[in-house]
């Protein structure tokens, strides 16, 4: 695990976003708007991070009956404490996160 | 495209897509979520991302096995013979070791050293050294390579650019001597395709890494 790290602008982007509200699940398509990332970008990251166990994934029952479980994320300790050590460093930057919706 | 086709070709592309996610469950979350998007046009891009998402992660899953990592090192183990061929068989020619320049020289075309004489002759040292590094460079980024650190895309991609500063000058050297090393062009290129496609092979091996949790 001593690997160093090799974290992408977009991995900041999704992290900074987790990071507003860390204890709330969120799922992959509101993830998608939050961050302005595409599918096809989200989705590696994503598994990526849940291999790493800086996120923790589960299925959810959808509110609309008749629709599939839905997978729900959100940081796990381990990964809040890295995005913090991340994303808080970057942020004084300016236009470090440009992009990353509200 | 009105909206009626899109969310049929949304669903077959979603369907393609969690079919070549090398994990089942994640596929089944790209799919699911897919029903949850209520615009057929957002739908349909969203399941043109995750069959990108899906090759993506199909692509490094296959990196990343045993067999393809053993066909890699074989093939930057000859990448790097090929530096050290030059160089060997200048150095045999001027030190007057026959036996071995005839030896090496079966392997070029024409299967004779002496044909290459006047390009030996007249290349310079930092030519040499300019092989010979990139040979070096190859096999420590094998190393990298095998001990899974960052560094091994970016030392074989500087061994690419000392070969292809090598190759360019020896290219003057052979308008001026009239001799070529390679008579056919298209075997150089196809060498340098190779060798390019193995830098960026390297780096998507390294651009996958984990993050790691210190």
């Known amino acids: 695990m001593g690997r160093k790290l090799i974290h992408s602008r977009q991995t900041d982007r999704l992290l900074a976003v987790m990071l507003k509200e860390p204890l709330v699940w969120r799922h992959g398509y509101t993830l998608m708007k939050q961050t302005g990332l595409q599918s096809g970008t989200l989705y590696p990251i994503l598994v990526r991070l849940c291999d790493q166990g800086l996120l923790e994934a589960e299925w959810r029952e959808a509110e609309n009956s008749g629709k599939p479980p839905r997978h729900v994320y959100r940081l796990t300790s381990a990964g809040l404490a890295f995005a913090r050590e991340q994303i808080v460093p970057v942020r004084r930057k300016p236009d470090a996160l440009q992009g990353a919706k509200a | ?214």
């Open chain 2, 1 to 214: 495209m009105t909206n009626a086709p899109r969310r049929p070709i949304a669903t077959a592309l979603m369907r393609h897509a969690a079919g070549v996610m090398p994990s089942p469950e994640w596929g089944a979350a790209m799919q699911n979520e897919l029903e949850a998007i209520e615009d057929d046009r957002v739908a349909l891009n969203w399941a043109i991302g995750c069959v990108i998402a899906g090759y993506k992660e199909r692509l490094n899953a296959m990196l990343q096995t045993r067999y393809f990592r053993s066909a890699l090192a074989f093939l930057i183990v000859l990448l790097a013979l090929r530096e050290f061929f030059a160089p060997l068989l200048i150095f045999a020619y001027r030190m007057k070791y026959l036996g071995l320049a005839h030896f090496l020289g079966l392997r070029t075309a024409g299967d004779d050293y002496r044909r290459l004489i006047p390009i030996m002759d007249a290349t310079p040292s930092w030519v040499i050294l300019l092989w010979a590094a990139a040979g070096v460079l190859y096999l420590v980024a094998l190393w990298q390579m095998l001990r899974r650190t960052g560094a091994s895309y970016m030392l074989f991609f500087l061994g690419c650019v000392l070969d292809l500063a090598g190759v360019l000058a020896i290219r003057s050297i052979e308008a001026s001597t009239g001799v070529t090393t390679e008579p056919i062009p298209m075997v150089r290129l196809a060498g340098f395709l190779l060798t390019f496609s193995v830098a960026f092979v390297l780096w998507r091996m390294t651009s996958r890494r984990m993050p790691a949790v210190n």
